[in-house]
């Protein structure tokens, strides 16, 4: 770290870390939901548009909170299993009520819309309100951190850490195996089921990953395509990304492209996720909560 | 008789005005005025489908999805990209055409992608199914027994399920490609070709988790683009069968692109 240079971010979390170091006074305030956002606001930085994505989505931010979980996305699952583990505050990075509107939205073009009637929001509710869970999500700004988490997440899960080329970038030079064993040690690893699906030749030799949890853009393709053996993405869109590895494959060269699920693409990060925010919140615990592969595939 | 030729009598027969701002329904590549010695019908125009096509005699393609690997079938960012240069030159040096059809198959009556996609999963009775999804009602199954049914039907590989495989199920939702239908209150099941897995308008995924965490009758089936839209693309041969009759018109199916 700069030492001139201290940023707002780094400044926070200092005095984050500091402030999380004193123990709480007999009679003291609870921690609450709020105190918990408050204080990894201001260690991430940033401007917390009310517009955007990020921000409290349902319970009441002024609960004490006994513990935190992070996940990828806040499913009934695994709100379930955080009620059992005596979490109060859940950061969940993909929406919780179904769609980006997060919450009861009129219907629009296309296949849009949640009423506030709806049986499956309105359960999720209920649960939340009567195991006094707050939900917050975390998205955006936590994808600004420069340690680049939702990447450096899944390379750990997969084993492939120390095989990063540049400290900035995405892509991994790993022990070379074919591209079958290669998806068959990430299935392994994520402990996959239906969620992944792989184009390419099976026995392409493959030395050098791309990993790119999320959504991948053709352009990002196009892109960093040449200098890949095989791309490991979350999710893409069949007739854009898919079409373009086909016709590579159709071309004869020897490059895959692996897409594992959106939200198995990014459990790993919010387990990072967890780890850092054990760093700035020391009264309560916190935990990861994976999501895992929600998809099985009919024999 | 050319390409273009070809085009016009579509536009005469398709029953629905011309919308010439579509940006998708446009010829991608090759001569329009070239002569067509016979026409390929497919829903992905990819680098194999054309190699089949051409081998086959048949040097126009008619596709519903695009040619560059990108909706608006936009190569600014793609003259040096290899790829791009070897299909192209592919289709050039053939003397093929490729146009493509889809805004206008999705407000045709019926929609043979739709059409096509419920015949292809064994749901009956949508002979003049539109865009716009409807309920099919069929006989109570399970659904995993449903789901297997079709993956035997389609052949499909890599189709993701969601939901719980002993679910009762009787009321089917289907909408082909990226036209996932949205989960409703009166469908059991959900079927469509691929959708944005979360953060879109209105996430399946999450949804159809929730409601089989909470015991409810609900199924979600995303067949991959290719294996869900295509079926419908040997629906449209035929019917430019009805008005063109001295050209051979071929189905030429995509591969299912996937290994699991």
Redesign the interface.
Known sequence: MNEPEISRRSFALLTGAAAAAQVPLPGANALTARDVATRLQNALGGDWPTTGPDGFKAGNPETPVKGIATTAMATLDVLRRAAKAGVTLVFTYEPTFFGRQDGPAPAGRGPAGLTADDPVYKAKQDFIASNGLVVFRLREHWQTRPQNDMVTGLAESLGWAKYRVKPDDSLYEIPAATAEDTVALIRQKLNLRGGLRAVGDRKARVRRVLLHPGVMTPATMWQRYAETDLLVAGEVREWENTHYAADIHTAGEQRGLVTIGRVASEDPGMRACAEWLKTIVREVPAQWLPVGDLYWRAV | MTGREVVDLIKKNVGVPWNEQSYRDTFKLGNPDSTVKGIATTV?V???ML?RANQAGLNMVIAH??TF???RDETK??TA???YK??TEYVLKNDMIVWRIHDHMHSMRPDFTVVGSLRSVGVKGGEDAVMRPRIYTIPETTF?EF??Q??RLTGSR?????GD?KAKVSKILL?P??A???MT?EADVVIG??Q????????????V???A??G?AKGLIML???ISEQPGMEDLGNWMRTFIKDIPIQYVP??E????
């Not at chain 2, 890599?158 to 969601?162: E, I, L, P, T, Y």
């Not at chain 2, 944005?196 to 949804?207: S, T």
């Open positions: 992905m990819t680098f194999d190699k999805e695009d690997w990108n909706d960012d793609l990209n290899p790829l070897l299909k995993g789901a297997s079709v993956k890599a189709f993701r399920c969601v495989p909408g490609g990226y996932t239908p949205r209150a070709g691929e944005q897995e979360a953060d879109g308008a209105f996430d399946n995924v999450e949804y988790a929730d409601a965490s909470l409810m991959g683009h290719v995509a591969e692109p996937f290994w699991t």
